[in-house]
């Protein structure tokens, strides 16, 4: 069965500075997708950025981006200029290619402190 | 449009009880899930749907009944209700099994 490991339960960062937020997965496929998505104090999750495996130039949406490592199955989130509307719980998702499931890791809790 | 709307927002069971969560979304997508939410624990696939007429299990589907009929709704049932299932559920839908969901706002359920 695949896993999804976030090995930080909470993170902070200063206003306007840059922070990584780490996942590692374990799987054996080879073709798959990874996804990370946010959700603020409002409870409303919303996807942030998303990684087609076979595809090794790494997901950038703004001042979000993404280092994917598939040899090492890691999956980390940077978020560049941090603002304080970053402020929420982030989660790295899973999804096989041949399958339908995605899967949740446990989440960040990521502060921006001003 | 609308989006992903769940209903209700809140809801406060007693054990042994029954009842539906409600989901819909109008943007015609193939793909829904219900996840629950509890603290440390991310989020958690009780059962999914790949079209009209077909669902399968997730994770966690014990205790809970879906079915899809349309394309547009996919009921959460909960058979007997019971103090474990009190969660946040999260009702979400995509266009493609790659493109990513979108999310309800959430159903949060106390049951006593």
């Known amino acids: 069965a695949q896993t999804v490991t976030q090995s930080q339960p909470e993170m902070s960062v200063q206003e306007a500075e840059t922070v990584t937020l780490s996942c590692t997965y374990d799987?054996?496929?080879?073709?798959?997708?990874l996804f990370w998505y946010k959700q603020p104090p409002s409870r409303q999750m919303i996807l942030v950025i998303r990684q087609e495996a076979y595809k090794q130039q790494n997901a950038t949406e703004n001042r979000f981006s993404v280092n994917f490592q598939k040899a090492a199955k890691s999956f980390s989130l940077k978020i560049s200029d941090s603002q304080l509307g970053d402020t929420a719980m982030y989660f790295c998702?899973?999804?096989?290619?041949?399958?339908?499931?995605?899967?949740f890791g446990p989440g960040t809790s990521l502060s921006v402190i001003p | 449009n609308a989006g992903v709307t769940q209903t209700p927002k809140f809801q406060v069971l007693k054990t042994g009880q029954s009842m539906t969560l409600q989901c819909a979304q109008d943007?015609?997508?193939?793909?829904m899930s219900w996840y629950r939410q509890d603290p440390g624990m991310g989020l958690r696939l009780i059962h999914y749907?790949?079209?009209?007429?077909?669902?399968d299990q997730g994770e966690v589907p014990n205790g809970y009944n879906v079915s899809r009929s349309t394309t547009e709704d996919f009921p959460l049932r909960l058979l007997s209700a019971a103090p474990s299932q009190t969660s946040v559920y999260f009702c979400?839908?995509?266009?493609?099994?790659?493109?990513?969901?979108?999310f309800g706002s959430g159903t949060r359920l106390t049951v006593v």
């Open positions: 979400a839908s995509s266009p493609d099994r790659d493109y990513g969901y979108t």
């Open positions: 943007m015609n997508h193939e793909y």
């Open positions: 998702a899973f999804m096989k290619g041949s399958y339908d499931k995605v899967i």
């Open positions: 749907s790949v079209g009209a007429g077909i669902t």
């Open positions: 799987t054996s496929e080879n073709n798959y997708y």
